[in-house]
């Protein structure tokens, strides 16, 4: 029933974790591992989209049938998605993107001193909030990675980032979030909808996620 009911649409899904680098061999990263993202760009291919899968660094092979670009910093993957935007139908935002990056690279590796060491931190760009700023007839989904007040979180952000949907999960959850095969999430609609998933695999939460994007951009035409 699902199968090629995506064709002629454009998608750009984001995966995988930023690496912000300290100095040539250090970086602040986190433990996304991309299976989420992954599995979105698989469904959706499958199902007919012209996916572009921009992902940071991950030990997974980028599905079939998918334009790859990619990136290693938050800055990277804002670059890599703004320059892709006004041609995209669907935006999913499944990375998990630094918030903040060491507010200089040192250009030689740091040299142990005695004592503590203190690293300066400043705010990334924040991606989702940028494209939901430049939104013109994309559809917008973003993530939330909660470990508390999950609810309240996701309706701050589908506010406050002009999003269309976001897909909170509860990392603190077994079963969820990330490194695991399988997730659980509730989908928030714009238009104040909730739905709640039950666990089940990476794939299953991907063609889910794909059928609610599908359903609320009919209503939105009809
Ligand atoms: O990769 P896996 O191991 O399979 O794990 C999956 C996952 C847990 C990473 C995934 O399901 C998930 O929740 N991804 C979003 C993680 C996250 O960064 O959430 P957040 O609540 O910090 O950010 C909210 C949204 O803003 C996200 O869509 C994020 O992509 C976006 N964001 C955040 C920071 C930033 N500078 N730019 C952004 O666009």
């Given at each position: 029933e699902r199968h090629r009911d995506m064709e002629g649409v454009?998608l750009?899904?984001?995966?995988?974790?930023?690496?912000?680098?300290?100095?040539?061999?250090?970086?602040?990263?986190?433990?996304?591992?991309?299976?989420?993202?992954?599995a979105i760009a698989e469904a959706a291919a499958k199902r007919g989209a012209q996916v572009?899968?921009?992902?940071?660094?991950?030990?997974?092979?980028?599905p079939a049938d998918?334009?790859?670009?990619?990136?290693?910093?938050?800055?990277?993957?804002?670059?890599?998605?703004?320059?892709?935007?006004?041609?995209?139908?669907?935006?999913?935002?499944?990375?998990?993107?630094?918030?903040?990056?060491?507010?200089?690279?040192?250009?030689?590796?740091?040299?142990?001193?005695?004592?503590?060491?203190?690293?300066?931190?400043?705010?990334?760009?924040?991606?989702?909030?940028?494209?939901?700023?430049?939104?013109?007839?994309?559809?917008?989904?973003?993530?939330?990675?909660?470990?508390?007040?999950?609810?309240?979180?996701?309706?701050?952000?589908?506010?406050?980032?002009?999003?269309?949907?976001?897909?909170?999960?509860?990392?603190?959850?077994?079963?969820?979030?990330?490194?695991?095969?399988?997730?659980?999430?509730?989908?928030?609609?714009?238009?104040?909808?909730?739905?709640?998933?039950?666990?089940?695999?990476?794939a299953e939460?991907a063609d889910r996620l794909l059928d609610?994007v599908l359903e609320?951009?009919k209503?939105?035409?009809?």
């Amino acid at each position: 029933e699902r199968h090629r009911d995506m064709e002629g649409v454009r998608l750009l899904v984001t995966a995988g974790a930023t690496r912000e680098a300290v100095d040539p061999v250090r970086f602040f990263t986190n433990h996304s591992t991309g299976k989420m993202g992954y599995a979105i760009a698989e469904a959706a291919a499958k199902r007919g989209a012209q996916v572009t899968l921009v992902s940071g660094k991950t030990n997974l092979t980028p599905p079939a049938d998918v334009e790859f670009v990619p990136v290693v910093s938050a800055e990277d993957m804002y670059q890599a998605v703004i320059a892709r935007y006004d041609k995209m139908d669907v935006i999913v935002k499944s990375a998990a993107v630094a918030d903040y990056r060491p507010k200089s690279i040192h250009s030689q590796k740091m040299k142990k001193q005695p004592g503590d060491l203190v690293i300066e931190l400043e705010r990334t760009r924040d991606i989702l909030a940028e494209l939901g700023k430049r939104k013109t007839h994309q559809f917008l989904v973003g993530f939330a990675a909660e470990t508390e007040n999950v609810e309240e979180n996701a309706r701050g952000k589908l506010e406050r980032k002009n999003a269309d949907m976001i897909v909170a999960n509860n990392v603190a959850q077994s079963g969820a979030g990330f490194g695991t095969d399988t997730n659980i999430v509730t989908i928030y609609t714009k238009d104040g909808e909730k739905r709640d998933l039950p666990q089940m695999s990476k794939a299953e939460i991907a063609d889910r996620l794909l059928d609610a994007v599908l359903e609320a951009c009919k209503k939105r035409r009809e």
